[in-house]
């Protein structure tokens, strides 16, 4: 079955081609790996090894690149693809082909010698493998590996001023082979040293290069430029330390299989107290990566795209150290783990994957850190700053994974789990909900969730850019309500299974639908207002059609069908809901340029892949779930099959633009687009 994707040249005919493709490998624990296909840094979270120190936060750029040379006799082949002030390396043109399958995997070919290249990661923990496989030709050639390090938080750049490294090498012979280890230190990351390690090959100095007016500075890469973040507006120049190479020598005719490792090492040891890297220790670490994500597949239907899915989705489940247990990051490759996404992620991410036991966790992780009767919206990228309670809906998204975690999960230790960890920090959710919490949350006299003033935003559109919010929404918003009313639906159904008197639950339901019915119906329109403030907001956005997809709705059948209809003609896209309908003046086409204009785009247009997932739900949900209903659900999936073998290869972005759906915007990968894509594929389509 096929489940990879392979690239030719026809992919990157031109350096700007070759950038718009990249790939991603993720360790469990908060580090990845992530590069082009053309094997350039294109963006400054670009590297072979972003370790996570506190995971799965408090990241940092390690090993940005292992680049490659050819040299015969007085020959030389530069394969590195690099963007620079006014300059270009166009190394992609000695590249015969790329394949993501599982691993990334790169085949150059100078004159008749080749090399092929794959990449992986160890999981959990911080170490990066490289495997080389070399094939001769018909004239001895010499091979260098030229590792590229920058040692930096992975959201900043290195300036030439900070290039201050302390290395060692140890060059040993192993059965008449050169073999050996480099470590490298820096004062910006104190008590911890890099360790490169290859299985061959001999470590030379390029200090010892003859320099001179014309030739470059052999131990430092200078001014990269990464052309994806120009285009929002951020002209990021970095600095890259290559103070050693690794030189192998290639007989004609001849196979080598190179193992190349780097990891990060918490202790400051001697260099010789390490072993020297064994053969093909990096081809194991490659074939553990391949067996786990072979074994995770095999948990789901034997279709490609499910398949794919699965993969995909594995990227954002992660161990997080505080708890001991695991959670999930929002998306990548900046996000951390953030409340609201969690939640909304989890049933696609582990229950529709039949993760269970990670689902869990993250469950039990998130109770851990409930404050005054709400989840955190974000806990922050450092692991020394506090958690950020800013969030009026994620606590309620709370009980729509734990309803969705007893449907998947039907046994007694997974009630059991519910009842004594899970069922009592919902009631502590419910009573502050009820009677008031932050943010002047609470439960108003018609039973509705009000909340937010001044300048808080506390739902998910929530962007502010200074004392400008961008999309105002306090009082008391669709969304949040629709939620409020499932989650009062869910304690109805839990309390009763737990032997307590449901009541209470029922009768504040009853009055919940009441008031919402009541006061959020838009009879002019076919849909539902916004939010309901000092005024009602009539402008057409996504949020209602939570008010349909949700397990428990407040709305007759004839209501939900309209809503879906206006949604649906009014801001449906092939990769996701507008964030607002495309006839409203406020409209923002694309989300382009500076943070700015991207702010103020961001929920004024722009499409969410993730709203494709209630979308779907609640489209096949008013068709009565017949087959032609998902057969058109399967078509508008089968759209992000095609988009996930574009942008970030494998991954679901965050978001497009409004105007012409198309290109990745935001995060390359998100998690709840992965995963709302991959619950409505196995629950609406499939079932």
């Not at 280890?181 to 360790?195: A, K």
């Not at 001849?254 to 190349?260: A, E, F, L, P, R």
């Not at 009631?427 to 949350?441: D, F, H, L, P, S």
């Not at 949020?543 to 649906?568: G, K």
Request: glycine share 6%.
């Amino acid at each position: 079955m096929e489940t990879g994707y392979r690239f030719g040249r026809n992919a990157f005919r031109t350096y700007e081609e070759g950038i718009e493709r990249e790939w991603l490998l993720t360790n469990g624990i908060g580090g990845f790996a992530n590069c082009s296909i053309i094997g350039a840094n294109h963006r400054i979270f670009a590297g072979y090894l972003i370790a996570s120190l506190n995971p799965p936060v408090d990241r940092y750029m390690i090993l940005k690149n292992i680049r490659e040379m050819v040299r015969f006799k007085e020959q030389e082949y530069d394969l590195a693809s690099q963007e620079y002030p006014g300059e270009i390396r166009e190394g992609y043109r000695y590249l015969n082909s790329f394949s993501l399958d599982i691993l990334p995997t790169y085949r150059y070919q100078v004159k008749d010698v080749t090399i092929t290249k794959t990449i992986a990661m160890a999981y959990g923990q911080n170490k990066t493998a490289v495997c080389y496989e070399l094939k001769g030709g018909r004239e001895d050639a010499t091979i260098h590996l030229i590792p590229e390090f920058s040692i930096r938080p992975f959201d900043s750049v290195c300036e030439k001023s900070e290039m201050s490294y302390e290395t060692a090498v140890e060059n040993k012979w192993k059965n008449g082979t050169a073999c050996g280890n480099m470590s490298l230190r820096s004062e910006r990351l104190p008590g911890y040293q890099v360790l490169l390690q290859t299985s061959e090959g001999r470590f030379y100095n390029r200090a010892n290069k003859k320099t001179s007016m014309a030739t470059p500075n052999y131990l430092v890469e200078e001014d990269e430029v990464f052309r994806m973040d120009t285009r929002t507006g951020n002209r990021h120049v970095d600095f890259g330390a290559t103070p050693y190479e690794i030189i192998i020598k290639l007989k004609k005719g001849q196979t080598k299989c190179i193992s190349v490792i780097c990891s990060l090492e918490s202790e400051a040891k001697p260099i010789t107290s390490f072993p020297l890297c064994r053969e093909m220790d990096a081809f194991a670490i490659a074939d553990a990566y391949k067996k786990r994500m072979e074994d995770l597949m095999m948990r789901m239907p034997d279709e490609p795209l499910a398949k794919k899915l699965a993969i995909a989705a594995d990227a954002f489940i992660v161990k997080r150290r505080t708890t001991g247990l695991k959670t999930i990051l929002a998306g990548y490759p900046w996000f951390s783990d953030w409340g609201r996404d969690t939640m909304i992620a989890l049933p696609g991410l582990t229950l529709a994957t039949k993760r269970f036991d990670d689902a869990r966790d993250i469950l039990a992780s998130f109770s851990k850190y409930i404050s005054e009767g709400m989840i955190p919206n974000v806990f922050p990228n450092n692991a020394s700053d506090e958690p950020q309670y800013n969030t009026i809906d994620a606590s309620l998204w709370y009980f729509y994974s734990v309803d969705k975690y007893l449907d998947y999960v039907q046994d007694k230790e997974s009630e059991h789990f519910i009842e004594t960890q899970i069922y009592p920090a919902l009631k502590e959710i419910m009573m502050n909900y009820q009677n008031g919490t932050r943010y002047n949350i609470h439960m108003d006299e018609d039973y509705l969730i009000t909340g937010g003033n001044n300048l808080d935003q506390l739902t998910w559109m929530d962007v502010r850019v200074g004392d400008l919010v961008v999309t105002p929404r306090h009082g008391k918003a669709v969304e949040i309500n629709a939620l409020w009313y499932n989650a009062l639906c869910v304690m109805e159904k839990l309390s009763s299974r737990f032997k307590e008197d449901s009541t209470i639950y029922h009768v504040l339901a009853e009055n919940v639908k009441e008031s919402f019915c009541n006061k959020f119906w838009n009879e002019e329109e076919g849909c539902l207002y916004d939010v309901i403030g000092e005024e009602k907001d009539r402008s057409i956005r996504p949020n209602q059609i939570f008010a349909v997809s949700l397990p428990y709705t407040m709305l007759n059948p004839d209501q939900q069908r309209s809503i879906v209809e206006v949604v649906y003609q009014n801001l449906y896209t092939p990769y996701g809901l507008c964030s607002l309908k495309k006839e409203d003046p406020r409209f923002c086409a694309e989300y382009t340029g500076k943070l700015l204009k991207r702010d103020m785009a961001y929920h004024m247009g722009t499409a969410w892949a993730y709203l494709m997932g209630p979308f779907i739900t609640a489209y096949c949900k008013v068709h009565n779930n017949k087959e032609a209903a998902k057969k058109e659900a399967y078509e508008m999936i089968a759209c992000f099959e095609d988009h996930m073998s574009d942008g970030c290869i494998n991954g679901i972005a965050e978001i497009f633009d409004g105007s012409y759906s198309c290109t990745s915007r935001g995060c390359y990968t998100q998690a709840w687009s992965v995963a709302e894509i991959l619950r409505a594929y196995i629950e609406d389509v499939r079932s």
